[in-house]
């Protein structure tokens, strides 16, 4: 035991471990570990009925996600794809936006209502909209391709993809998007519901790429001539920064970044050329 270590050990198989003497004076065996390190466990059971005196072996080794996926060419951390769900398949989905808030009902009868989310979430299902077999297989395909709901896709959502009224076509002057103080040229879009002060702006991230028009104080900035288009964020960028209160303006079409909001895709074949998805739920993400 001289220098505070020692050796313990009993009849028949061993296993030999260095004791070490702690800061409180006692003996044990200290353990300690590092990232990446390779663990060996051998097991010998001679005497376990059955086993025949074989040994069993397991390695246990620590690999972080980037090495997974760098050895098996599989994609193991979230992303956002920047592909469309089939619009054909989109169209007659159903589905709209959901707003978390929190009531209490106090014992006056009076209520305590509070929103944790400062914008909404919308859902969809988009099994309403298969029509045959090919409309599944495609389905199948682009939910394989999106690893379930791993990654991140663009969706149409039929019932609110412009910037303006279904009645009219879009224009430079749809939406607000900013006033100029002859400093800022970034400009994020945004589509406005309701009027005054309590007017909700929702941000566009996903632009559709050809759609969107800008316009200064009226006054239309072509795409590439002045202006650039960020559709990866839903963000506008000018040449030269407006002056100080000039209007900025945008007209657009965007799409929902979502995801699929299941793990299985459960359907059946009806016939030789009809089968049914019944649920296909779909989530707005926060891209």
Known sequence: ?????????????EAILPLQRGADGRLGVAAGGGGGARVTVNI?????????????????RSRAPSTVAAATGEEDIMAFHDV???????????????????????????EERNS?????????????????????EAVLAFFEARRGPLHGFRWKDWLDWRSAPASRPIEELDQQIGTGDDATTAFRLV?????GAAAYLRPITRP?????RVAVDGDPVLEGAGVEIDHANGLVRLGVAPPIGAIVTAGFEFDVPARF??????????????????????????A
């Open 44 to 60: 010998t059971t001679p005497d376990a009925k059955g086993s025949g005196g074989r040994a069993g072996r397991w390695r246990r």
């Open 84 to 110: 469309r769900f089939p619009v054909a398949l989109s169209f007659g989905a159903s589905g709209g936006p959901e707003r978390r808030c929190e009531i209490v009902t106090l014992a006056n009868g009076f």
């Open 261 to 286: 909001d299941t793990e299985t895709l459960i359907g059946s074949v009806a016939s030789f050329e009809a089968g049914t998805l019944p649920e296909i739920p779909v989530v707005e993400i926060r």
């Open 116 to 136: 944790p989310w400062a914008d909404a979430r919308r859902r969809y299902d988009a099994g309403l909209g298969l029509r045959g077999l090919d409309d599944i």
């Open 1 to 13: 035991m001289r220098g505070g270590a020692g050796l313990m050990g009993e009849a028949g198989p």
């Open 191 to 195: 589509k406005r519901y309701g009027t």
């Open 208 to 212: 559709v790429a050809g759609s969107v």
